[in-house]
């Protein structure tokens, strides 16, 4: 028997009031870098030489597949749970603060969904359009306006 979704745009809307950023365990941290864009290459080619999956998500990964806003001020990067924390900030540029942090990385506190269906856009994994929307629209700094032009770009219901 073949099922079909008749109003995904509700089901979306229904998912995304229910989601929260809550269900992350959030690791604020601050790199020292000259740019943004030396920060994020910092952060990345550490988790790629330590074999972890990642996906950027809220503004960062807004800026890859639908723009909207004129920088990334905290480089917000999903990790898997599991991952070896002291192993990531070790002798790394990555320190661990309660203030000021210009990274986060963010592990899901249950499964492994927020990682599925990422892409590789430009050579840096990206989550899926989905799990952007539920992120953005539940982030304090804008989100919603960007997860709205989010949907109108890349998500057709």
Do not use: F
């Not at 661990?96 to 599925?116: C, E, I, K, S, Y």
Request: hydrophobic fraction near 40%; aromatic fraction near 6%.
């Amino acid at each position: 028997m073949l099922r079909s979704l008749q109003e995904p745009g509700a089901l979306l809307e229904a998912w995304a009031e229910s989601h929260s950023l809550e269900d992350y365990e959030s690791h604020p941290l601050h790199v020292l870098a000259g740019s943004p864009e030396e920060r994020e290459r910092i952060v990345l080619e550490l988790l790629e030489s330590c074999q972890v999956e990642y996906a950027l998500t809220l503004e960062a990964g807004a800026m890859r597949v639908a723009p909207h806003g004129t920088g990334v001020g905290v480089l917000s990067v999903l990790v898997p749970a599991d991952l070896d924390w002291e192993k990531i900030t070790r002798g790394t540029r990555l320190q661990p603060v309660q203030d000021g942090a210009n990274t986060m990385l963010m592990a899901p506190r249950r499964g492994t969904a927020p990682l599925m269906g990422r892409r590789e856009i430009e050579g840096v994994w990206v989550a899926s359009d989905v799990q952007l929307y539920l992120d953005l629209w539940n982030w304090p700094r804008r989100g919603r306006e960007q997860a709205k032009h989010l949907r109108t770009e890349r998500l057709p219901y």
